[in-house]
T-cell receptor, first 115, second 112 residues
Framework: GAVVSQHPSWVICKSGTSVKIECRSL??????MFWYRQFPKQSLMLMAT?????????EQGVEKDKFLINHASLTLSTLTVTSAHPEDSSFYIC???????????FGPGTRLTVT | DQQVKQNSPSLSVQEGRISILNCDYT??????FLWYKKYPAEGPTFLIS?????DKNEDGRFTVFLNKSAKHLSLHIVPSQPGDSAVYFC???????????FGPGTRLSVLP
């Protein structure tokens, strides 16, 4: 099946620094990638949708200047949390869609802790 | 307002019996639905999908039923196994696969 990886799997950073999370589709080309955030014991919240070569579409309430998304190739999307604060601590998950498929294949997630 | 609802936050079932997880939605434009399974600290795993032109889809132990008039879908797992213990998310899309909206999830515990 389609495999999506994320790196790093966990990261601890200091308040005010920036953190980059990578999402890669390993065995397929993903024209569309999605970034989700999950708070403890809550559902997945879609943050943004990114299409290769174009600007990401952010969901209402998500700060585009704080959560920078780049989808530079068909196999790589990055999420950069800029000037991180403790409230940004969360579990970030990406997913990717096959060109002709409907399903989203999810990465394993990245646990971000901002101290 | 939640567009996708899973009203049971948790469910316990005996091993070997049937697990039924329910999902209700409010947006009549939704035309594609998926179920995902999620273990703690991992990304969700796709289980099964159904489009609005069908009312049933089966894959091994998993069957999804869709009742469009009631805006309701359910996931049946039979027989349930301890490894099925996880959080199950229902997700819906209004344009065949883009921009899914997730329900809050139901934690299934299968007891040996």
């Amino acid at each position: 099946g389609a495999v999506v990886s994320q790196h790093p799997s966990w990261v601890i950073c200091k308040s005010g620094t920036s953190v980059k999370i990578e999402c890669r589709s390993l065995d397929f080309q993903a024209t569309t990638m999605f970034w989700y955030r999950q708070f403890p014991k809550q559902s997945l919240m879609l943050m943004a949708t990114s299409n290769e070569g174009s600007k990401a579409t952010y969901e209402q309430g998500v700060e585009k200047d704080k959560f920078l998304i780049n989808h530079a190739s068909l196999t790589l999307s990055t999420l950069t949390v800029t000037s991180a604060h403790p409230e940004d601590s969360s579990f970030y998950i990406c997913s990717a869609s096959l060109r002709q498929g409907y399903e989203q294949y999810f990465g394993p997630g990245t646990r971000l802790t901002v101290t | 307002d939640q567009q996708v609802k899973q009203n049971s936050p948790s469910l316990s079932v005996q091993e070997g019996r049937i697990s039924i997880l329910n999902c209700d939605y409010t947006n009549s434009m939704f035309d594609y639905f998926l179920w995902y399974k999620k273990y703690p600290a991992e990304g969700p795993t796709f289980l099964i999908s159904i489009s609005s032109i069908k009312d049933k889809n089966e894959d091994g132990r998993f069957t999804v039923f869709l009742n469009k008039s009631a805006k309701h879908l359910s996931l049946h797992i039979v027989p349930s196994q301890p490894g099925d213990s996880a959080v199950y998310f229902c997700a819906a899309s209004a344009n065949y696969g883009q921009n899914f909206v997730f329900g809050p999830g139901t934690r299934l515990s299968v007891l040996p």
